[in-house]
């Protein structure tokens, strides 16, 4: 099975940095999407960054220039690093994967597989 599990959520003052990662195990294709969602307290979930298997990025206008997404072939691991963050900014975070749709994207229905989110608050 396919799992994906996110880690380095926490809590930050305005202005500050976070640097969220997801570890990938089980999936081998070379073809792929994988990217960032985040749901606040009462709000749909959003898509905030995205990056294909050839590294094009999409980010959502609300983290552009503030956010980037980055593959880590190595660990097998996705990144976002957060910079500037403000509480906006504040939700649970997920990784996800499309097994079948390979450009990246923001819409979360493109997304069949999901981690199990980390916290990040910002005040």
């Known amino acids: 099975d396919v799992q994906l599990v996110e880690s380095g959520g926490g809590s930050v003052q305005a202005g500050g940095s976070l640097r969220l990662s997801c570890v990938v195990s089980?999936?081998?294709?070379?073809?792929?999407?994988m990217g960032w969602s985040r749901q606040a307290p009462g709000k749909e979930r959003e898509g905030v960054a995205a990056i294909d298997s050839d590294g094009r990025t999409h980010y959502a206008d609300s983290v552009k220039g503030r956010f980037t997404i980055s593959k880590d072939h190595a660990k097998n691991s996705l990144n976002l690093q957060m910079t500037d963050l403000k509480p906006e900014d504040t939700a649970v975070y997920y990784c996800?994967?499309?097994?079948?749709?390979?450009?990246?994207?923001?819409?979360?229905?493109?997304?069949?597989?999901w981690g199990q989110g980390t916290q990040v608050t910002v005040s």
């Open positions: 996800a994967l499309s097994s079948y749709y390979y450009a990246a994207t923001l819409w979360n229905s493109h997304y069949d597989i």
């Open positions: 089980g999936y081998t294709y070379s073809s792929y999407c």
